[in-house]
């Protein structure tokens, strides 16, 4: 599975992105994907998860309200819909694939990364 990120930018706070990741492979439909970001220096934190299969779909809490996951099974894409930007959010974000249809939420959950694509939110 070859995963590949788009969407970031810079962006001021309060505005909003949308994430894209095409993924490869014809098992999309029946994995789990997630979203990670990771500050320089820090570890990968969770952002969002979707199952497999028409799976369900989890937030993290700074995520809530704001964030959206979401997929396109026809297309192989992963999305993230952010809206309400913080200058906290400024990371790097990265998509990962499960070899499961039952979502994650931690970083060792998933078996395949993206190269990530970095979102900046100004003040």
């Known amino acids: 599975v070859h995963l590949v990120e788009s969407g970031g930018g810079l962006v001021q706070a309060g505005g909003s992105l949308t994430l894209s990741c095409v993924a490869s492979?014809?098992?999309?439909?029946?994995?789990?994907m997630g979203w990670f970001r990771q500050e320089p220096g820090k570890g990968r934190e969770f952002v969002a998860a979707?199952?497999?299969?028409?799976?369900?779909?989890y937030h993290a809490e700074p995520a809530l309200g704001r964030f959206t996951i979401s997929r396109d099974y026809g297309a192989n894409t992963l999305y993230l819909q952010m809206n309400s930007l913080r200058p906290e959010d400024t990371a790097k974000y990265y998509c990962?694939?499960?070899?499961?249809?039952?979502?994650?939420?931690?970083?060792?959950?998933?078996?395949?990364w993206g190269q990530g694509t970095q979102v900046t939110v100004s003040s």
């Open positions: 990962a694939a499960r070899v499961s249809s039952v979502l994650g939420a931690m970083e060792s959950d998933y078996d395949y």
């Open positions: 492979g014809r098992m999309f439909s029946s994995y789990a």
């Open positions: 979707i199952g497999g299969r028409g799976g369900r779909t």
